[in-house]
């Protein structure tokens, strides 16, 4: 989310290894990750598995509440 930006904690991050699926005729075209590290590659990615919802919502009205 845009509130990441402003406060990284508002969001949970775990590095690990993704790929696009481009020989599978069940998962052509997707997106996989290997969240549980079982594929043994380097994490080339960091992927949000997680949020602070309070954290977000008081992104959001510390940037509101900045305009006036």
């Known amino acids: 989310t ?5 406060d990284e904690g508002v969001l949970e991050y775990v590095e ?7 020989r ?3 998962s052509l075209g ?4 290997d969240v549980r590290k079982t594929w043994g ?4 990615s960091r992927v949000a598995v997680g949020g602070n919802l ?3 919502k008081q992104v959001f009205l510390d940037a509101m509440l900045s305009y006036q």
């Open 2 to 6: 845009v509130a990441s930006l402003v």
């Open 16 to 22: 690990c290894y993704t790929d696009v699926e481009y």
């Open 24 to 26: 599978s005729t069940t």
């Open 30 to 33: 997707r997106t996989i990750t």
């Open 41 to 44: 590659k380097e994490p080339n």
């Open 54 to 56: 309070q954290k977000c």
